[in-house]
């Protein structure tokens, strides 16, 4: 029998790249925030009550990190509760979850990848949030996938990526931050990875790291999207310090992918052959 998912947030850039790779194996339902609020816990149960579903992945977030500093609650209602509350009807109805989280969940004081067993100390508002939301889902359920993912973009929404191309049309240099490493994803891989869960019928419940492979500071990011599409900009490599913003981030938020990839059987693409690939989309559209 084809399972029946129902994708939250899917107006966001991961909802929408799902939308993207969703090839008509499953049966499913988007709903975005006007579609369901999952902040009513009433309103919630009832849509479970009614949709009959097997899966939900939740890729539904408060996620402007830095406006969050100043916006706890909107923050918390989303990130925590809404999490809270699907947790709960996943368990009341017998649904499956796959949860996406973030790699702000560390304090990048770490040298090395982070495994998913390692200690969380997450260092904004919007981590924590973040954390207190696997918290929810792992206090509900048993059977549950915990995604934590970095530095998403995709051909949709307001991303790095996108800003990068907006912001060398009119000017003739740009500062980058060069003392924060992670890794960029492309959102239509780890779209892909998700309903790899499903598709697989994985058993393995836990948390899972997902970023695309190799390891870029925002200022390698920057140069490569300027590089592949031959952009002529003055770009600087400049500190946090230089930059500083409201909330603070990790300066290391590498993720290790031993899991997922052998829980999936498949290798990870390597972030700038997946950003080759996002660019070449703009492009074609």
């Known amino acids: 029998m084809t399972p029946r998912i129902l994708v939250t947030g899917s107006n ?55 406006k969050a500093e100043s916006d706890y609650n909107s923050a918390f209602n989303v ?31 770490q040298n090395k990848p982070y495994k998913e067993s390692d200690p969380t100390n997450p260092l904004s508002v919007y981590g924590d949030t973040k954390l207190k939301g696997e918290q929810e889902v792992s206090k509900a359920l048993k059977e549950y996938f915990i995604l934590r993912t970095s530095w998403l973009y995709s051909e949709h929404g ?27 994803t492309y959102a239509k891989d780890l779209a892909k990875a998700i309903l790899l869960f499903i598709e697989k019928d994985i058993s393995n419940y836990g948390i899972y790291h997902y970023s695309n492979n190799g390891v870029a500071s925002w200022y390698d990011f920057a140069k490569a999207i300027f590089e592949i599409h031959k952009t002529n900009i003055q770009l600087n490599n400049i500190s946090t310090a230089q930059f500083p913003t409201p909330a603070k981030r990790p300066r290391f938020s590498v993720l290790d992918k031993t899991k997922i990839e052998t829980a999936l059987r498949q290798n990870v693409p390597y972030w700038r052959d997946s950003l080759i690939t996002a660019m070449q989309n703009i492009q074609n559209e």
């Open 12 to 66: 966001g850039q991961l909802g929408t790249c799902i939308k993207d790779v969703d090839d008509n194996k499953f049966d499913i339902k988007y709903v975005s925030s006007s579609d369901l609020d999952i902040t009513n816990n009433k309103e919630v149960e009832s849509f479970f009550e009614q949709q009959k579903i097997d899966w939900c992945i939740n890729c539904a977030a408060y996620t402007a990190v830095d």
């Open 79 to 109: 990130n925590v509760s809404g999490v809270k509350n699907l947790a709960e009807a996943c368990k009341a109805y017998n649904v499956k979850l796959i949860h996406v989280s973030t790699d702000f969940v560390f304090d990048g004081e």
């Open 158 to 184: 307001a991303n790095f990526l996108k800003t990068m191309l907006r912001l060398s049309k009119d000017k003739t240099q740009l500062g980058v931050v060069g003392d924060q490493i992670g890794t960029p």
